[in-house]
């Protein structure tokens, strides 16, 4: 009986501590500005630019630690002007997914601030210029910095900026007429939901 108090008291200790540990899991949903840089290589594509656009983000986070996480940035597809100068080229709708590697410092009061590496991957479709055409999909690399600010337990204020690298072939005639790096700086602001 004494052996059957205990167990369960241990185990009672264990579900006490589980209890208590915060969730690997953490939401957040962003207001982003995309700030294009607009980069060409060759004069054929001089002035030729895309719009800049504030666009809905949602980031799924998933914490090994109390330091390091993994963060999936997800996105709708978004619809982008080409210019020529101010002289409107046409449009196309890009899908931006950008997985990053997360390490949060833990040592500050109030505010959890982090850094984070990774890779961008960008599907461009519905594209509507005519006499132009851009390729279908981007690889880059991407980088970030942020700060998140507990409300509560479970919520946080969150600012972050990411730069990511995004380029794509412009094709006029079927010729490549070269490349524009779009490699927006984006901003943003956002609340999170710790689970």
């Known amino acids: 009986m004494k052996k059957m108090i205990v167990l369960a008291a241990l185990a009672a200790c264990g579900l006490g501590a589980v209890q208590a540990q915060e969730s690997p899991w953490m939401v957040r949903f962003r207001a982003t500005h ?61 899908l931006p997914p950008t997985l990053l590697a997360q390490y949060h410092f833990t040592d500050f009061n109030g505010f959890k601030p982090y850094v984070g590496a990774g890779i961008n991957y960008t599907k461009i479709s519905s594209v509507n210029m005519p006499g132009y055409s851009l390729d279908s999909h981007s690889w880059g690399g991407a980088l970030q910095a942020g700060v998140d600010i507990p409300l509560d337990k479970n919520w946080s204020l969150n600012f972050d900026v990411k730069k990511i ?18 490699n927006p700086v984006a901003a943003s602001v956002g609340i999170g939901y710790r689970f």
């Open 34 to 94: 995309l700030d294009m840089a607009n980069k060409t290589n060759t004069a054929a594509l001089a002035g030729v630019n895309v719009n800049d656009k504030t666009i809905p983000e949602v980031d799924v986070t998933y914490f090994f630690n109390k330091n390091v996480a993994a963060e999936l940035i997800l996105t709708v597809p978004q619809k982008q002007t080409v210019y020529a100068g101010t002289a409107a080229l046409g449009t196309f709708k890009h």
């Open 165 to 182: 690298y995004i380029k794509t072939d412009v094709y006029s005639g079927g010729s490549n007429a070269g490349t524009l790096k779009l």
